[in-house]
């Protein structure tokens, strides 16, 4: 019994001991958090947000956080997290952010930056945004919460203000495939006015005036730029009167539905040009129903380069984006921010390509034809 006594109060003089450790332990760090607002002027609450490496998820300052961090050095704070730790603190993890991995286009530029991530030593968080700018939002938000070092984004919506405070104030952001107009935020897309221009030449060439043309969300920058590249050369050609733009997302029942309704017009076109390959799917399915044929009756360009598409009868042919060049080239571009704590500042367009097929066939006797198409 006496034994047992003893063990007991043995037992309670360690939990006390334990308390006033503790007890004083927070003490000192009510002190320090103190001291830090009294020589800095923020509050304790901003504190120890930076001091926790929270500061992204409340949207503080590049030049708060330092100033902080300077000073909780110069106090010694926190042994196993000093400021100087905190700053050159990395989880090896990036976010990437796309808006449909539905989509096999998304899904193989995802692909591409995860394999490429991967050499880098980086593990990549991946969130599908549903082409919602709300839900990307969001998105980036949560992403933030896993600390990671920097993002790679197939934006959607109009509005960068969120991305580039995110940019600015708390781990770098590189876009890839679209773009802002207007907005200092780097990124790495094809020249979607080219291959929408390229696309329509060669229906322009081949005699073809009543050209459709089955776009996807109307604000994404990839798709305005290719219906400026369709547009540009129906005016080059004075036929900008029989331009023909439908549709509303890169998806097979888009190009499905809009391609039944243009095929029951009275104005059925002699061509279409799908601006993905998801739409040219669902427009090829909606021209076999009709008893048509590719390209006896109407022709076809889409815009992707997919090797399933050389397997169709007939293969299609269509605008070949450099998917495996952007997506290296744009975690090369993140992992430079990363490590050298440099902004980048690189805007980087690449060129698309024809892939020639069998999907066009000329509509008159072409040699005869006047047709203005520029280099």
Known sequence: MKNEKITEFARLLAKLLLFLRSTETMTDMKATLETIAKNTGFSKSTISRVLNNKAYLSRISKKTVDTI???????????????KNLRINRSQTIGLLVPSLANPYFAEIASVIIVEARKYGYTTIVADTMENENIQNTAITNILSRQVDGIIIVPCGNDPAYLEQTNKQCVPIILVDRY?????LPYVVTNNFAGGYMAASLLVRNGHKNIACIQGPPTAMTNRKRIEGYTAVLKENGIE??????????????GYLETKLLLNDGRRPTAIFALSNNIGLGAIKAIREAKLRIPEDISLVSFD??????????????????VDEMGKMAVKLLNESISNHREITSQIELSPEMIMRESVAPLINVSSTNYVVQD
């Open 241 to 254: 009167d029989r331009a023909i733009v439908v549709g509303n997302e890169f998806s097979i029942q888009n």
């Open 305 to 322: 380069n997919y090797m399933y598409l050389d397997f169709l009868e007939p293969a299609i042919t269509r605008i070949g984006q450099m």
């Open 180 to 184: 802002y107009e207007n907005s200092c």
């Open 69 to 83: 961090l300077d000073e909780a050095e110069r106090c010694g704070y926190t042994p196993n997290l000093i400021a």
